[in-house]
């Protein structure tokens, strides 16, 4: 069993020795003081411009500022869940259409990702805010499900080409059809491969909501530089940015972790669960044989 392990081990990658082992103790040890120092001196400058006294995180104390940062705190997880949703819609269909067997169809599909997926989303979102005259809400949303759409387009179709060929061809020769196929057997395994990116995109669209604040759309990012352009001391940004960003980092955070925990509740699921096999047993000899 040691010896199957070691073997998978190296499969992809040589165990390291002694010498290698005290190599990379040693460039971890050094970027951790280096990582320690750096913290330690924005430390430093944060207190040496006395970014943590009372006078400036009193403001954060009135209620006005409470539900101003509160406001614009929903806004930005309204337009997340609705790019969120609306992303993953135009994923899948543009990677059906990527998929298909009509070569129009696969045609145009492929057009629509390779330019939504260059196209800057700042620029698509001033285009549809401007040009087309839409409201800061639905034009933030559609700037940010057509960008995000087409690269989730991308991860769906190589996530389906990467469950093995045979897979594929033994459902077919079930006698499924290609719609059975797709749903029943390629998606299914696809998804426990494409999680980690798909998440991965959705952070982006998140991060992405506060571009809402160069089209006057109320979201967390334009409630924070309200703030800070009325506070009376100086380098009001400060404190503001120290108040907004944990807040963006554990969103983040936590759609990672409910990515994590969809991804465990897949493993449990019966229908991806190993099945176990009992030891073989002595059976009935075929005719003919002694």
């Known amino acids: 069993m040691s010896r199957a392990l070691a073997t998978a081990s190296t499969a992809l990658y040589d165990i390291p020795g ?3 082992r005290q190599r990379h103790l040693t460039y971890g040890i050094v970027s951790t003081i280096l990582l320690l120092a750096v913290v330690g001196w924005i430390v430093y400058l944060l207190f040496h411009t006395d970014q943590f006294t009372a ?3 009193t403001p954060f104390q009135y209620k006005g500022i409470q539900e101003l940062l509160l406001h614009g705190l929903a806004n930005t997880l309204k337009a997340f869940a609705y790019a969120a949703v609306l992303s993953l819609a135009l994923g899948a269909l543009l990677a059906v259409g990527r998929l298909s067997e009509h070569r129009p169809v696969r045609w145009v599909s492929a057009l629509c990702v390779e330019f939504f997926r260059a196209m800057p989303v700042l620029v698509m979102i001033f285009f549809i805010f401007v040009a087309l005259k839409v409201q800061p809400l639905p034009a933030l949303v559609a700037g940010l499900t057509l960008y995000n759409g087409s690269v989730l387009a991308e991860v ?3 996530g389906v080409h990467s469950v093995d060929r045979g897979q594929r061809e033994a459902a077919y020769a079930l006698g499924m059809r ?3 196929v797709m749903t029943h057997v390629l998606v299914p395994q696809a998804v426990r491969a494409m999680l980690p990116t798909i998440i991965s995109q959705l952070v982006v669209a998140l991060k992405d909501t506060s571009l809402g604040y160069l089209i006057t ?3 967390f990012l334009h409630a924070g530089k309200l703030i800070a352009s009325n ?3 100086d380098l009001p940004f400060i404190p503001v940015v120290l108040v907004i960003s944990p807040i963006y980092i554990g969103m983040c955070m936590l759609l990672s972790w409910f990515a994590n925990w969809v991804a465990r509740r897949q493993r449990r699921n019966p229908k991806t669960e190993a099945v176990e096999i009992g030891p073989a047993e002595a059976g009935t000899l075929l005719p003919g044989r002694q």
């Open 217 to 219: 759309y109320e979201e």
């Open 156 to 158: 769906f179709r190589t």
């Open 18 to 20: 002694p010498k290698t």
């Open 231 to 233: 506070l009376d001391y």
């Open 178 to 180: 290609k719609t059975q």
């Open 55 to 57: 006078a400036k995180w």
